[in-house]
């Protein structure tokens, strides 16, 4: 039977968030996670079903795309798809014509997991490596110590506190009470929280959302910011620890976080809380004709 790449809609979401907590499984590679959706999901359910790409067999998902943006598109494969050669060159063959409808034509990026075979085709074709991420890790096999501040669950009521830190989080970011409400209805969100680090003063300092891609998987962070006001306080570190914690909660087998290479305060942050850095991993990128 042949690969055929589809769309599959706002009915069809619930599906690829399912498959794509299927997928992930410790010792696996770092790949687009249900969180990732769920995270996108902040543009609402139109956006995200317009952005979303499944290639199929027979009715069976074999790998999942999501455009973040119009230039960088996010893979993931089922495990026993990896390095399958007929998915993976039609992966590339549908990501290399713009007439059919994934990347635009120019320079464009895709992130792979480590070991897919769509990598190595691409660089065949030409494409090019791009600037390093950090992957992390931390296991939540052990108990996770207390972080040692005042955290909450946030909620609707407490919507705009959230939106409020990420935004002063972020250079140039636009992040709305609205995108809150729109992630929190998406599919993913059933198994994700927000949380806030609350200062002596009870003002809201640092901010993260976690999900979970069922019990005994891999959750992830996306995304952890800390209030431009308030760093140098060991707030990034404690928020971390406490999305470890509500992760383990949730049945998690493990914490996982990407972060650019580059931003090396990041990374510190994250391994004070306990994650430990894996292979680095790199997007692949084809230059403008």
Request: charged residues 25%.
């Amino acid at each position: 039977m042949a690969i055929e790449m589809g769309r599959p809609g706002i009915d069809g979401l619930g599906d690829v968030v399912r498959v794509l907590g299927e997928w992930q499984y410790d010792g696996g590679p770092v790949q687009l996670h249900p969180g990732d959706v769920g995270w996108f999901w902040r543009f609402g359910v139109d956006r995200t079903a317009e952005a979303t790409r499944t290639w199929s067999r027979a009715g069976e998902v074999l790998a999942v795309g999501l455009l973040d943006g119009a230039e960088l598109l996010r893979l993931a494969f089922a495990p026993e798809a990896l390095r399958e050669e007929e998915l993976a060159q039609q992966v590339v063959d549908d990501v290399s014509a713009p007439e059919r409808g994934v990347l635009l034509d120019g320079r464009v990026y895709v992130e792979a997991p480590m070991g897919a075979l769509v990598q190595d085709l691409l660089f065949k074709d030409g494409w090019g490596s791009g600037e390093p991420w950090t992957l992390l890790r931390r296991d939540l096999g052990a108990p996770v110590p207390d972080p040692g501040v005042r955290v909450e669950v946030i909620g609707p009521e407490r919507a705009h506190e959230w939106a409020a830190v990420l935004r002063a989080s972020f250079d140039g970011s636009t992040f709305t009470d609205e995108r809150w409400h729109a992630m929190a209805a998406g599919a993913p969100y059933g198994d994700a929280r927000c949380l806030v680090v609350r200062d002596e003063q009870g003002e809201a300092v640092a901010a993260v959302t976690v999900w979970s891609a069922g019990e005994g998987k891999p959750g992830l962070i996306e995304p952890m910011g800390v209030h431009r006001a308030h760093r140098g306080h060991g707030y990034g570190r404690a928020i971390t620890v406490a999305a470890a914690r509500a992760l383990q909660e949730l049945g998690s087998s493990s914490v996982i976080v990407c972060c650019p290479s580059s931003n090396v305060g990041a990374v510190a942050t994250y391994q004070s809380a306990g994650l430990q850095q894996l292979n680095e991993r790199r997007d692949l990128y084809r230059n403008a004709s």
